[in-house]
């Protein structure tokens, strides 16, 4: 018999606008919420036949869980990865993977979206999640992301071919063969390089799969209704990119006013992901790489000027973090929102940047937010992150997902 849980004496964030519920009541039958508001004793009244599991939240913060947009189950944050990325076997890979997965769930991230996997282990994941097997988010897989030969994600000298996070097409119909290779294993997000990056050596300004590449992936994707991102630098990659109609720009450096006007104009949303520029802080004496660090250096200025431009102009932004990139660890992702407050957002943007804008972006359509007939996917905080945004990286106590609450085993 199914327990239908009520949640007392809760303060609300409902993750869509900045309403705040103090005395509030969250009730949850199965994996659906089927109230949000303020305690009332009529309803509980009305349902006194059915069994309820009482919950005292104690004044603390009933949230909508979190979504991570950007994420790499198979890297883990080293300074160096590449020849780890070559010798490890997926199956290795993917084992590792659960933990860093379940990691973000009990940060209070319910829903992430993996962007380029080795062995195309986000699919093999979510599939073992879904079925109920193993603990971890709702996945959003990509499989592989789509690169050119050369292009970001194809590093290693002429000849050599292995199993990374990217698969290599030149063409519009080997990008078509690419993106249907991905669609066979049911993802639900394509994901392109439309530029060079800052983990790949050369250029990460330089424009990579073309305009008419990238619109021959999007018109694939959206015959199955899915999403497509691209991991775009430069300005000319991120127009683009936008051209041919994907629906998130990842990144997003050197965005111009151009490119602003029309994600603006076209409801496409951006991914920052500022918790890539942990690197910086760590450095060369850490290992990284110094082609990889000079360039995320430089990038460091126009990335926080254009992004602070992009919000003037009423750009949606939303959180996404690229764990797994140096230092930048899963279970860490709620950084981002932090990072996001310090261009500017108030917490409460940010809250919102992280829940019903992204899961609009995503087009999930009934997470992210806590409202009748949404998936009961919520976080219990100890302490109110409006007034310390920090808290969500510390004091996330409870995460239920689909409405079971997620026990970790140490
Ligand atoms: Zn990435």
Redesign the pocket.
Same mark, same amino acid.
């Given at each position: 018999m199914n327990t239908v849980k009520v949640f007392k004496n809760a303060t609300i964030i409902n993750g869509i606008n900045s309403d705040v519920v103090k005395e509030g009541m969250v009730v949850v039958d199965n994996d659906r919420i089927t109230y949000v508001g303020e305690y009332n004793a009529e309803y509980l009244k009305l349902h006194e036949n059915e069994q309820l599991e009482v919950i005292d939240v104690q004044h603390k913060i009933i949230m909508p869980g979190m979504i991570d947009a +950007?994420?790499?189950l198979t890297l883990e944050g080293e300074a160096q990865y590449l020849e780890k990325l070559i010798v490890e076997d997926a199956k290795f890979t993917i084992l590792k993977g659960l933990k860093k997965a379940e990691k973000m769930l009990r940060a209070g991230f319910t829903t992430v979206r993996c962007? %380029?996997e080795k062995g195309q282990i986000d699919v093999h994941l979510r599939n073992a999640i879904n079925a109920g097997i193993v603990n971890g988010p709702n996945i959003l897989a990509s499989g592989k *992301?789509i690169t050119t030969t050369g292009g970001h994600g194809d590093m290693l000298p002429d000849g050599i071919r292995f199993d990374g996070i990217s698969t290599i097409a030149d063409g519009m119909s080997n990008v078509q063969l690419a993106v249907r290779e991905q669609l066979k294993l049911n993802v639900d997000n394509i994901k392109l390089m439309a530029t060079g %990056?800052g983990?790949s050596p050369g250029d990460a300004k330089i424009s990579q799969l073309t305009v008419e590449e990238m619109a021959i992936a999007v018109k694939e994707a959206e015959k199955f209704d899915i999403v497509t991102a691209a +991991?775009a630098i430069g300005r000319e990659g991120i127009n683009n990119a936008l051209q041919a109609g994907v629906r998130t720009i990842?990144?997003g450096t050197y965005i111009d006013q151009d490119g602003i006007h029309f994600m603006k104009n076209h409801d496409v949303f951006l991914v920052p $992901?500022l918790a *890539?520029f942990k690197t910086i802080k760590y450095g060369e004496a850490a290992g990284v790489p110094k082609h990889h660090l000079e360039k995320v250096q430089s990038f460091e200025r126009a990335h926080i000027d254009n992004l602070k431009r992009a919000l003037d102009a009423g750009v949606k932004v939303i959180t996404g973090t690229?764990a %797994? $990139?140096p230092f930048n660890y899963h279970g860490e992702n709620a950084y981002e929102l932090e990072a996001l407050t310090n261009v500017g957002m108030t917490p409460m943007d940010t809250i919102i940047a992280a829940t019903s804008r992204a899961a609009e972006a995503l087009k999930l359509e009934d997470r992210g937010v806590l409202k009748e007939g949404y998936i009961a996917d919520l976080i219990i905080v100890d302490g109110n992150p409006l007034h310390d945004i920090m808290l969500l990286q510390k004091k996330v106590e409870k995460v239920y997902k689909n409405g079971q609450e997620v026990t970790f085993v140490e």
């Open positions: +950007h994420v790499h962007v %380029g *992301a %990056g983990m +991991h990842e990144h $992901t *890539a690229d %797994g $990139t």
